[in-house]
């Protein structure tokens, strides 16, 4: 097509696929205008996409080069221009919690002395472009004349990052977007979009405050995932979704999600709720949902012969596919929400997708052995993205055995306790909740392509 306009677009893990590629993001833009798209992804995970390949969406496999070692001691030098309570949550101990002081010291030293100069932030992006002169995207460039750059997933280190410097060194304008609530608030992106889509006003602020953004250049668009959450997408009758995990409707449903990797011992949570089952303490099924890409499945085999209890098949990462490519049952994960009367959880996002179906959430925030701080689970609650969830009163958090008992009883007792707040916490945290985020995406993203 003569004049045909070219929109690149990353997809770099799974999670981007899922909000921009099978979300009304692709389908607005392919409806609305005669653009073709460029999906530039990890080579082994192209073959998930044939349904969506076409002469207007074409797929390109491509690799993450390799840093050498000044490359990769810049990339940490920018991080770290930026430190939060987040950082020191994530940054300043391993999983297990094991302290990495000296990590940290670094770390906050960095924020506090070159941190502080706007100026050296601002101008990062040019040292940049200036003495790491690797173009390993180069011939994808040349191959598809790109009139407009959609970054998903900006971080420094990325398949992201390289798109935007050969974007910048090309003048192409390039509309940029965190993959997450909680991406910018705990380092420093130091390669910006000319425009930035974020999902909420929290996020607004801290790409201000934190990043040096322009508020003329953001849109606060949503989550473009819980679109189908607003509108029941692929939700069935309660009844109906009970019969297919083995359940009937004689009990209340408690959905139990994983920390993952964050909450290594979320197994001896899940014994709690148990045993308070079988003492006649809580009356209710529990469904369990590993977290998907996380090999931890098999941490919950103890509980596997339990008649209350079922267990959700959820894949690992899969390397072939490339970092952070899993594949999940998206009508289930909904229908698990939607049909939950009461979802227990850790400092997980899986709180704001409960949001959207008015589901109770209970936040397990107790060590059952005496630990220190940093080792303890309490530490995720003090992030800087988590608070503002736990400041909405939206969600219960539960410091004690005791309490984790009472706020999951007291739930399943009357399900429209914190109802008003967790409406707070959907629209705080969620952004917009019109069930049109993907739309909306989509046609800013054609509105600026005019001007190309």
Known sequence: MKNQKT???????SFVARNILRSDVLKTILEKSGAKIIAVLPAGAKWQFNDLASERVI??????????????????????????????????????????????FFRRLVARTFGRFRFLKNNMEKIDLFFFR???????????????????????????????????????F??????????????????????LFVWNEVVEEESISLQGYK???????????????????????????????????????????????????????????????????????????????????ERYGEFGDLSFLRINSCPAERKEWGKKWALFD?????????????????????????????????????????????????RYYETKHYKNIIDTGGV???????DFIKFINGYLQNRDLDAEKRLILRDRIGGPSDGHVGERIGNIILKILQNF
């Open 215 to 297: 508020k003329d250049n953001i849109s606060v668009v949503g989550m473009p995932q819980n679109d189908n959450f607003v509108k029941r997408k692929g939700v069935i009758p309660r009844k109906d979704f009970l019969a297919s995990i083995g359940f009937k409707e004689d009990r209340p449903l408690v959905l139990f999600g994983s920390g993952g990797e964050y909450a290594p011992e979320d197994n001896k949570i899940l014994g709690v709720l148990v045993e308070a089952i079988k003492t006649g303490e809580i009356k209710a099924n529990v469904l369990v949902r590993p977290y998907c890409g996380t090999p931890n499945a």
């Open 7 to 13: 929109i690149l677009v990353t997809v770099g893990i």
């Open 59 to 104: 797929f390109v496999g491509a690799k993450t080069p390799k840093q050498n070692i000044l490359r990769k001691a810049f990339l940490w030098f920018c991080r770290n221009l930026v430190f939060t309570s987040t950082t020191y949550v994530l940054y300043g101990a391993t999983v297990k919690g094991e302290p990495k002081r000296l990590s940290v």
């Open 330 to 378: 998206e009508d289930h994960f909904a229908n698990s929400l939607a049909h939950a009367d009461v979802l227990v959880t850790f400092a997980s996002t899986l709180a704001v997708d409960a949001s959207f179906f008015d589901t109770p959430v209970v936040l397990a925030g107790f060590d059952l052995e005496p630990k220190p701080r940093i080792k303890s689970i309490r």
């Open 174 to 195: 390039t509309i940029g977007m965190p993959k997450s609530w909680d991406s910018f608030n705990k380092l420093f992106v130091h390669l910006k979009s000319d425009a």
């Open 396 to 402: 219960r958090l539960a410091l004690s055995k005791e």
């Open 134 to 172: 690797q173009r390993p995207y180069k011939e994808i460039f040349e191959k598809y004349r790109s009139s407009l750059v959609f970054a998903t997933n900006l971080l420094n280190d990325s398949l992201d990052g390289e798109i935007l410097k050969e974007a910048k060194r090309r003048r192409i």
